[in-house]
């Protein structure tokens, strides 16, 4: 068994590669690319913004202007445990980082309050911009830049790499240099480098790769995507692990008692239900369930929209009856009457083909020979059915379930668009529609390697509850 | 098969009966300490409300002692009035000075604070942005308190100004944010908020702005001329992501404090709108905002504070999105008049036909319905019942408009370089029945890049007609003659065929796309309809590989055509896509832009706009209308000239709830 999940666990890597490069390759390699969003919303642009300064300012932020097999290179790199450092991540001795200092402290004009984070990052892309390896750049360059030419020399090398865009930039290095003050425009100099390097810290290929943080990246609001996905996921599992069990629950009792008696009215009735449940569009469903169960006009029974109340933060967590205010929900009872009709919009659809799983499995099991016998020796109908029948039935529930947990994760786009619930599944057609490159590859990370521990659980609890099955 | 109770069974019982009885008892407990820190937020909300009333009785004193001091200083020393206060509108407009100058004339005069102790002067004083607030407060049946609910159709993950896009951020903003002066609805002038009063440089190069000294932040620190240029550093500060705002304060040279409560902003060159954003740029607290770094800044989710009537009902570092909700409470430091509701909150709601319920049930005070159900609905029971509709057209609303592009797809000259293929192709298009039909009469046909209801507007000048004879013979006139299938070819023989691009997912601009098809079939154009999914719709523009383009344009009171129209954003990917090149214009436009005087400047953007009627580069399709349900509590809800009253003069009256 273990060098089997072992095996499989190997396996996984290329499968995720693959999948994520699939994603990926598709976005950027579509008209448009990963560029589209950043210009505005969608049918009207705005006037005054010109778009090439906004469309300048997040090639360079997030280095989108990159060939797309580079981008796809870094974003492993940057999910990877074991990588490359980046001219953005190297950390100083204390004599470097003085000597950094030293040298800001030389530059006035720089206005800030964080010189020492400052020093860092100037280190870093002056490093990145000329190739070299800071430590080496930092002992070079003390003697360099207290000599004026030798400043400019400087720059001039710099100039080589630099992919030069703003206007304002240059207007504002050309004044600076016709005034000489070789301070100010070094400065002048290296935040616009900054500003460049942010999206494409050169990674440090010759220290050879090395264990770090993995990271997912951070999405176009500059928010890292491991803190949106660790906002939206909660909710759509809270929707989910109350909805799957119940379809499960409804749908294997279901599936049992028609597999029994088959032919009979309860088989006949719960098909036809289950069937017509099936076939409404939840679209169509959640609209209407909104429209009539939750307008003042129709039947007011449940909330519009939302998770809780505006009010439920002032209340207790259980509810209670008098004193007064009379009776009062409470937080718990007030989430639980919020998740109604999304939980019953997300199960309906589940139902049908549960309890069709379950009532196949049954009906073959119940006139195997094995039930036979046991009913020859007398053992109750009632026993047969849970004791043995049961057991067996269970395995085709297990790969279904297997199929239906990825999902659980990803979440309902149309269920959480429609009660404006913010869950994994909005926020995947969000970041889709905005062109997020990190957001959507770290949500496609996740839903898969999910998807895929899932249908490993699955195969191992075949094993486990099948002993015919067996992986040596 | 035999089950035993055995005592193993007992004690996994018991034990799991204790723990239900268990956590059950935490939970009562916890529940107890819960009432007993409500009865705690209660007693401080109560206190707060003593206070704030406080509060208001010393601003009705402060207010007579000032009108009392006025009074004796004008017995005493009648000819007093040293300083010079420029009455006059940003954009200096000669009506500007006489409107104001007759409001001077009333006598309306405000003590300086400052000069407490010496001999006071008085200067005469501008009409402030408070005056309607005062105005409003006196009217009959006014009501403070309650909660104004509005509603959001997307979610808003970022507060904090500069660095946030959404469309709603930049409404909620504000709310909270103040500048130093704002534009009145009614006259369109600016009048003085957190300025008492500002200085133009005959050139118009340098503005000066003199603050009022009594502004605070929410947290009760003072507002000074130094937050208003830590807000400008922070704009320039290339390590702040905030492309957009940084491309339009580029044009400073310097924002300068002269003292702590004079501003002067330096420009390089003459713009005329470079007032506006000297005038409107929302002041943060250098107090509060330079705690953070500019990483944290950056990152930070809800970082909104500053000297507004509302402030966020959360500590802004707490702010998280994806609650549903974005609540604002009154101020209760709020240095102008108190501010009348108790909390602003928006809802999220994603769902059009959610929101439309939500308004319905009362839950929301506002709503502002697709096209289609406003026209479905605004006249239904239940709508007419609890809500004022309003249906209006704005200055600031924008256009839609049809591109031509000038050069075909190798980048030679094309078939729409001829200026009376663009006047046919004009006249073709039924736009009124486009308005009336497709966008349900919430659309007024356009004559132009301005707003007819703007002061840029050429006021002579018509939409072009619906005119198919006239369009055929321009045709004819141009080289064109039917072929044999009944398409028009030109003089080379090629057939008229080209096809319209258009972002997808919109069915009113589908819609108006199959419409156009229709009407240019008629006189045999073959044109095919693209739909194409936005950002390859943009990727498409910017690489100009297009016949056609229909999309629309944000608006503004006054704008800059420049951007769109001038044949120096040709290149380089800039927005005249279409590759429109007319020297005139581009010497008016930029004769406009360098015009101080609004009056001149108007008679200037008056030319451009007969130029740009006579060339039509852009078929101009029409302006949208704004359509709006209020609920019938919320009182002095009127139409102004910009659009509705500001909803801060907004209050609600709970009894009038439908």
């Excluded at chain 2, 939500?358 to 809500?387: G, M, Q």
Aim: hydrophobic fraction near 40%.
């Amino acid at each position: 068994m273990l060098p089997y999940i072992l095996r499989r666990l190997v396996l996984m890597f290329p499968t995720l590669i693959g999948v994520t490069a699939v994603v990926f390759f598709t976005m950027a390699l579509a008209p448009g690319g990963f560029q589209g969003e950043t210009e505005g919303e969608a049918g009207a642009r705005t006037e005054g913004t010109d778009p090439r300064f906004i469309r300048n300012y997040y090639n360079r932020r997030y280095g989108l202007d990159q060939p797309a097999v580079v981008q796809y290179l870094r974003w492993l790199n940057l999910i990877s445990p074991v990588g490359f450092a980046t001219s953005n991540d190297v950390e100083y001795t204390p004599e470097q980082r003085d000597a950094a200092q030293a040298l800001i402290d030389g530059w006035e004009p720089l206005r800030t309050r964080t010189n020492r984070r400052r020093a860092d990052a100037i280190f870093t892309f002056m490093g990145q911009y000329l190739d070299r390896d800071i430590v080496e750049l930092t002992e070079e360059s003390l003697p360099l830049l207290t000599d004026e030419d030798r400043i400019l020399e400087l720059f001039d090398r710099m100039d080589i790499t630099m992919h030069r865009t703003s206007e304002r930039f240059n207007e504002r290095r050309r004044q600076l240099k016709e005034a000489e003050d070789h301070a100010a425009l070094l400065s002048f100099q290296l935040t616009e480098l900054e500003l460049e390097a942010a999206g494409r810290a050169r990674l440090l290929l010759e220290r050879g790769p090395r264990l770090k943080w993995p990271s997912l990246g951070e999405t176009l609001g500059r928010e890292p995507v491991i803190d949106r996905i660790a906002r939206a996921l909660p909710v759509t599992l809270l929707l989910n692990v109350i909805a799957v069990p119940l379809t499960y629950f409804l749908a294997s009792i279901s599936g049992i008692y028609a597999g029994r008696r088959r032919g009979g009215l309860f088989d006949r009735g719960s098909g036809t239900t289950f069937i017509i449940l099936w076939s409404l569009p939840t679209v169509w469903v959640g609209v209407m369930m909104i429209s009539f169960l939750a307008n003042k006009d129709y039947l007011n029974w449940f909330p519009l929209a939302g998770l809780s109340s505006p009010e439920a933060a002032d209340w207790p967590m259980l509810p209670r009856w008098g004193g007064e205010e009379g009776f009062v929900r409470g937080w718990l009872l007030d989430r639980l009457w919020h998740m109604t009709l999304p939980v019953l919009c997300l199960s309906y659809g589940g139902l049908a083909v549960l309890s069709k799983v379950a009532r196949g499995a049954v009906l073959e099991n119940i006139s195997a020979d094995y039930a036979r016998t046991a009913r020859a020796k007398g053992v109750s109908e009632h026993d047969v059915l849970f004791r043995h029948v049961l057991k067996n039935s269970l395995l085709p529930l297990i790969t279904v379930f297997a199929s239906l947990l990825p999902a659980l994760f990803v979440g309902s786009v149309v269920v959480e668009r429609i009660f404006s619930i913010p869950g994994m599944g909005y926020m995947g057609i969000e970041a889709a529609f905005a062109k997020d490159r990190d957001l959507i590859l770290g949500t496609t990370l996740i839903a898969s390697i999910l998807g895929l521990s899932v249908s490993l659980a699955r195969d191992i609890l075949y094993a486990i509850v099948d002993p015919r099955v067996s992986y040596e | 098969m035999e089950n035993r109770f055995t005592a193993r069974d007992f004690l996994m019982m018991t034990l799991s009966v204790a723990t239900i009885v268990v956590v059950l008892l935490v939970w009562v407990n916890f529940d107890r300490k819960w009432d007993r820190m409500v009865r705690i937020d209660e007693n401080i909300a109560r206190q707060q409300e003593q206070i704030s009333r406080l509060r208001t009785v010393f601003e009705t004193l402060e207010h007579q002692i000032e009108e009392a001091v006025v009074r004796i200083e004008s017995i005493e020393w009648p000819e007093v009035g040293t300083r010079q206060v420029d009455p006059n509108g940003p954009i200096g407009n000669g009506e500007a000075r006489n409107g104001t100058g007759a409001q001077t004339g009333t006598g309306e005069t405000r003590v300086e604070p400052s000069d407490r102790g010496t001999r006071p002067r008085v200067t005469p004083r501008q009409a402030h942005s408070h005056d309607r607030l005062r105005r409003v407060r006196r009217m009959e049946g006014y009501r403070e308190g309650e909660t104004l609910t509005q509603v959001m159709h997307m979610t808003v993950g970022k507060l904090t100004p500069l660095v946030a896009t959404d469309a709603y951020q930049s409404e909620i903003e504000g709310w909270v944010i103040e500048s130093l002066a704002d534009r009145d609805p009614e006259t369109l002038e600016w009048s003085p908020l957190i300025a008492e009063s500002w200085d133009i440089s005959e050139d118009g190069l340098v503005y000066t702005f003199r603050m009022r000294r009594d502004v605070r932040f929410s947290d009760g620190s003072p507002l000074t001329a130094r937050d208003v240029v830590y807000t400008y550093d922070l704009i320039m500060n290339p390590r702040i992501d905030t492309p957009r705002s940084r491309s339009y304060y580029e044009r400073f040279e310097s924002v300068t404090a002269l003292d702590d409560f004079t501003v002067e902003f330096r420009l390089r060159d003459y713009y005329f709108l470079a007032f506006q954003f000297a005038a409107g740029m929302g002041i943060l607290s250098e107090k509060y905002y330079s705690q953070f770094t500019e990483e944290e800044f950056n990152q930070s989710r809800g970082l909104l504070f500053g000297s507004g009537p509302y402030r966020l009902a959360v500590d802004p570092e707490d702010w998280r999105p994806g609650r549903q909700r974005i609540e604002l409470v009154r101020n209760d430091l709020y240095w102008g008049p108190r501010p009348t509701f108790d909390r602003v909150v928006w809802r999220e709601i994603l769902e059009d036909t959610a929101r439309s319920i939500a308004f319905t049930n009362r839950e929301t005070d506002v709503h502002a319905p697709l096209p289609r159900e406003f026209v479905r609905t605004k006249d239904s029971r239940s709508v007419r019942e609890i809500a004022n509709v309003f249906e209006f057209d704005s200055p600031t609303a924008g256009y839609r408009y049809i591109g031509w592009n000038f050069n075909d797809r190798d980048g030679n000259p094309g078939r729409f370089n001829d200026r009376r293929v663009r006047q046919a192709m004009t006249m073709l298009i039924n736009r009124q029945e486009m308005a009336d039909r497709i966008n349900y009469g919430l659309a007024t046909v356009s004559a132009g890049p301005f707003h007819f209801m703007g002061p840029q507007a050429n006021p002579d000048i018509r939409p072009w007609p619906h005119d198919v004879e006239r369009a055929r013979r321009l045709l004819e006139e141009a080289g064109y003659t039917r072929g044999r299938d009944g398409i028009l070819v030109d003089a080379e023989g090629r057939p008229f065929r080209f096809s319209l691009s258009t972002a997808s997912g919109s069915p009113v601009g589908e819609e108006q796309a199959l419409y156009i098809r229709d009407a240019l079939a008629q006189v045999g154009i073959d044109m095919r309809v693209d739909l194409l999914e936005w950002s390859t719709l943009l990727s498409r523009i910017n690489e100009r590989n297009f016949d056609a383009i229909m999309l629309g344009w944000t608006g503004g009171i006054e704008t800059d055509p420049n951007q769109i129209f001038h044949s120096s954003q040709i290149e380089d990917g800039g927005s005249n896509a279409i590759s429109y090149s007319n020297p005139d214009l581009d010497a008016l436009i930029e004769q406009a832009r360098a015009t101080v005087d609004e009056n001149e400047r108007m008679k200037v953007w008056h030319k451009v706009h007969a130029i740009l009627h006579e060339d039509q580069p852009y078929t101009f399709l029409t302006h949208p209308k704004t359509a709006v349900f209020i609920n019938r509590r919320v009182q002095n809800v009127e139409k102004l000239r910009v659009g509705l009253t500001p909803r801060q003069e907004w209050f609600i009256d709970a009894g009038a709830t439908p």
